[in-house]
């Protein structure tokens, strides 16, 4: 079985091309592949290789304070997922585009599970605004499913979305949105824009 994680962290990188360096170098000798992008606001990571070496990458990339509370997602496959070991200097570790967007300067509101699940349940948030999922993913990805009634776009790049959410922006004036994607960069990004 070969194990596959994903992980990344919004946090100020002064260099890039160090970190960019050290992660290929730690990647290659553990005979991991996948890809890795590195930039002044963060790193994003698709890893796969044997289980030691790929959790030997992330306790090192841990000890790093700035990647200390990193949360690493793991699953496994019965094959390796990934050709080749690719890491890359990036303006984002995903492209947005947008100056107002940078989790580096301030967080979105976030809610809870359980307290998104009490608002579903109940139709509307705790003072009584309807509650609307914004599925931030790319049309492919959305053909794979997503909430039941969940507000979703036909785009197929992530700098397509504010396009298609300000068309929006009427009918969601009133409501609280709770954006969501894969793995949380993209939502992150779209609530703070939003």
Not at 32 to 52: H, Y
Not at 129 to 141: A, I, P, S, Y
């Amino acid at each position: 079985m070969i194990l596959n994680a994903a992980a990344y962290q919004f946090t100020p990188i002064a260099n890039p091309p160090a970190l960019a360096a050290q992660l290929h170098a730690w990647a290659t000798q553990a005979g991991l592949r996948g890809s890795a992008l590195v930039a002044a606001e963060g790193i994003n990571v698709f890893f796969a290789g044997a289980e030691a070496g790929l959790r030997g990458l992330f306790a090192q990339l841990q000890a790093d304070p700035r990647f200390a509370h990193m949360r690493v997602k793991y699953s496994h496959s019965k094959a390796q997922p990934f050709a080749r070991l690719k890491v890359k200097i990036k303006p984002e570790i995903i492209s947005f585009r947008r100056d107002d967007a940078s989790p580096l300067a301030r967080r979105a509101p976030a809610v809870s599970p359980a307290t998104l699940s009490r608002w579903l349940v109940q139709g509307h948030d705790d003072v009584g605004k309807r509650v609307v999922m914004l599925d931030t993913r790319n049309r492919q990805e959305v053909a794979y499913g997503t909430f039941a009634g969940a507000l979703t776009f036909p785009i197929d790049k992530f700098t397509d979305l504010p396009a298609a959410v300000e068309a929006q922006r009427d009918s969601l004036a009133d409501a609280t949105v709770v954006s969501f994607c894969t793995g949380g960069i993209r939502c992150e990004k779209a609530a703070l824009w939003m």
